[in-house]
């Protein structure tokens, strides 16, 4: 059974600062997720990560993919309240296209 | 439309009622997902249709919900006799063929009372 665990569950953190989400899965897999959702929106993608080593970047988010680890990150470079948000990483269940979400992570930038 | 269209944005049913939830694919997306979100259970995968093939069910949680893709296009998920824990967000999400980025639509709000 694929388990996908993110961490940490909430995190404040103030404007200016950095921090990183981890994204953990159980099973092998070459690809991963990352979504956006704000409060009683829909998910708006962010990356989709296709290989070890993946790399991209978008703004003040980077996420990297390491599969032999099995997992990847999210950082987040001087925090803006605009990135106030819950974050999902999902990762798809073997050959298929069935993604296990996270937990999520909800993050809250304050002044 | 640019997104995924879904209809209704919110039902509220009573229980035992029967509850369809349309979805309307990106122009010429091939692949379709339906995904629930709820408190309790998170973001969960139900069904996804590719093209002509066979529909992956597995995540449908009981006899109760069933969905269909007319065309290759819109989908129709329905609940039979709903259940109060059958309220939840209810996502569609569609894919080009050639494309990895899944994009979702802005849900259907069940609450069955």
């Known amino acids: 059974e694929l388990k996908v665990e993110q961490n940490p569950l909430f995190l404040s953190m103030q404007e200016g600062k950095n921090y990183t989400i981890y994204c953990n899965y159980s099973t092998t897999s070459d690809r991963l997720y990352w979504y956006r959702q704000d409060p009683g929106k829909s998910l708006e993608s962010l990356f989709v990560?296709?290989?070890?080593?993946a790399v991209k970047q978008e703004g003040r988010l980077m996420a990297s993919l390491d599969t032999k680890a099995r997992l990847s990150t999210l950082h987040i470079t001087a925090a803006v309240h605009d990135l106030s948000a819950t974050y999902f990483c999902a990762v798809p269940l073997g050959n298929t296209d069935k993604l296990i979400f996270g937990t999520g992570t909800r993050l809250q930038v304050f002044p | 439309g640019a997104g995924v269209s879904q209809s209704p944005s919110n039902k509220v049913t009573e229980k035992g009622k029967d509850v369809e939830l349309r979805c309307d694919p990106i122009s010429g997306h091939t692949a379709l997902y339906w995904y629930r979100q709820s408190l309790g259970q998170g973001l969960e995968f139900l069904i996804y249709f590719q093209g002509n093939s066979a529909p992956d069910k597995s995540g449908l949680p009981s006899d109760r919900f069933s969905a269909e893709r007319t065309g290759g296009s819109v989908s129709t998920l329905t609940i039979q006799r709903t259940q109060q824990e059958d309220s939840a967000v209810y996502l569609c999400?569609?894919?080009?063929?050639?494309?990895?980025?899944?994009?979702f639509g802005e849900g259907s709000w069940l609450t069955v009372v």
């Open positions: 999400a569609s894919r080009i063929a050639s494309g990895n980025t899944i994009y």
């Open positions: 990560l296709l290989s070890n080593g």
